[in-house]
């Protein structure tokens, strides 16, 4: 089993729908969860970090994390054609390590 | 506020050939430093990471190997590369013990070997 899971996709959401990505986790233990985006040809870039079950927002996007059932996900509203990238679930094991899932290319259709 | 300078962005390197890859981090102290590849079309791959000065832990046998020569210098290196170690290669750094924060990553090396 991955260590970090998610569906490779890709996704495709039209222009102003609800774009929903998930992921799950091995590491019961994990405690900090990310999200990173990341565009064609780029390094990826932190968009959210959430730690404790329940829905974090900020602005258009809505991370969401069940510790039960190790699972994270991340909502993004409104969607822009400027949201088009690859998402990359994280999650820090042991006290040093930041491991990735292998990212969900996302694509927003106008 | 802190930077993390990464270069070359892209390198072609042929096959047998050395490398070296140096990032810089300016704005703290005692980062914890990482090097991550991302091969084509993958997630990323943690390959090396730093506590402090001389301290690596390897997470891939491979022939890459890192060093932390001072505090804010962290250089991956390879005396003969292989087609197997093209990738896009990112460093990262975080605060330490604060790594709760997530890492933040250079601009990446994109390194061919032909």
């Known amino acids: 089993q991955k260590e970090v899971e998610q569906n490779s996709g890709p996704l495709s959401v039209p222009e102003g729908a609800i774009a929903s990505l998930n992921c799950t986790y091995s590491?019961?233990?994990?405690?900090?969860f990310f999200w990173y985006r990341q565009y064609s040809g780029k390094s990826p870039e932190l968009i959210m970090s959430i730690y404790s079950n329940g829905d974090k927002e900020d602005g258009r996007f809505t991370a969401q994390l069940n510790k039960a059932s190790q699972y994270v996900s991340l909502l993004i509203r409104d969607s822009q054609p400027s949201d088009s990238a690859t998402y990359l679930c994280a999650v820090i094991q042991g006290a040093q390590k930041l491991v990735f899932g292998q990212g969900t290319r996302l694509t927003i259709n106008p | 506020s802190q930077t993390i300078h990464q270069w070359p962005a892209t390198l072609v390197q042929p096959v047998g050939s050395p490398l070296s890859l140096e990032c810089t981090v300016e704005?703290?102290?005692?980062?914890?430093l990482y090097w991550y590849r991302q091969a084509a079309g993958r997630g990323l791959q943690l390959l090396f990471y730093s506590v402090g000065i001389g301290q690596i832990s390897s997470e891939v046998p491979q022939n890459l190997s890192a060093s932390r020569p001072q505090d804010r210098q962290f250089i991956l290196s390879s005396k003969k590369l292989l087609l197997s170690d093209s990738g896009f290669y990112l460093c990262?750094?975080?605060?330490?013990?604060?790594?709760?924060?997530?890492?933040?990553f250079g601009s990446g090396t994109r390194l061919t070997v032909v």
């Open positions: 990262a750094w975080s605060a330490g013990h604060r790594n709760n924060y997530g890492y933040t």
């Open positions: 704005g703290t102290s005692n980062p914890n």
């Open positions: 590491d019961r233990v994990s405690q900090s």
